[in-house]
């Protein structure tokens, strides 16, 4: 049985080595060696989409400034960058489109996390998401995999994107967590690793590929993997630590 997705997803890049969700961040993906990653997208004021985790600029050190009160002008201005080292200083904010000419130039697989802007409809952002040129072309190469925590979202995409891959995303996953999966067919279950029980861990891997977050030392990372688990989304995928644990990266 083969799977997408590795045992080891660089998590927004490479987050323990460059900006989170920047082009700096996937090139250093590509030069450390990992394989696939994961980003976050989310919409700004003006529909933008906008590689980003958070709602506001608080990272940034801009705490009052929202994504949805923001354009993609605005966007262009902020400094993603310096926040995490004066070495990436003037770092611009990535949008989708570019993140993914990016990953297809560098030959990446991509998880592209779909992070509802709690100011926001969740629809607009997902037909936004589903019309962006690029993504068909990713997943008929076996490089894509949609995931996000909220499932209305998800099933939106089936709706339109039925040959897409799904990931189903949880914190704090419960023996319930199949009830949230009626209106569409995950390819695979994302969850926090603290919530994983041994005995949830192998009901969900009678069904679907599971992966979790953010696992960024080895001995957990073992610890998962004996539990069955397919793989982690880590910040420090490129580790020789980490890498020492699976076969092929
Ligand atoms: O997709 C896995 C992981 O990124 C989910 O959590 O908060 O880091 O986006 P978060
Ligand atoms: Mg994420």
């Known amino acids: 049985m083969s799977y997408l997705m590795p045992a080891l997803i660089g998590h927004r890049g490479v987050a323990s080595e460059a900006p989170e969700n920047t082009a700096i961040g996937l090139k250093r993906c590509k030069a450390l060696g990992i394989k696939w990653v994961e980003l976050d997208v989310t919409q700004a004021g003006d529909g933008s989409l906008v590689m980003m985790h958070d709602e506001t600029l608080e990272r940034f050190r801009k705490p009052t400034e929202r994504i949805s009160k923001m354009d993609r002008e605005a966007l262009k201005q902020v400094d993603a960058g310096t926040w995490f080292s004066p070495v990436f200083a003037g770092e611009p904010l990535l949008f989708l489109e570019e993140a993914l000419d990016l990953v297809k130039t560098l030959g990446l697989g991509l998880n592209l996390e779909i992070k509802v802007n709690p100011d926001l409809p969740v629809e607009p ?21 949609i995931s996000s925590f909220d499932h209305t979202a998800l099933a939106q995409v089936a709706r339109q994107k039925s040959e897409w891959a799904l990931g189903a995303l949880y914190e704090g996953v419960t023996e319930q967590w199949a009830e949230s999966l009626a209106d569409f067919t995950p390819y695979s279950i994302h969850t926090d690793f603290e919530t994983l029980t041994p005995e949830l861990a192998a009901d969900i891997r009678a ?10 030392d080895p001995i957990t990372f073992q610890r998962l993997l004996d539990k069955g688990v397919n793989g982690v989304f880590s910040d420090r995928a490129h580790a020789p630590d980490m890498r020492a644990l699976v076969v092929a990266g």
Not at 207 to 216: A, E, K, R
């Open 125 to 145: 952002l997902v037909n936004a998401v589903v019309a962006t040129e690029g993504l068909d072309a990713l997943n008929r190469g076996e490089r894509l995999v």
């Open 207 to 216: 069904q679907y590929p599971l992966y979790c977050y953010t696992v960024n």
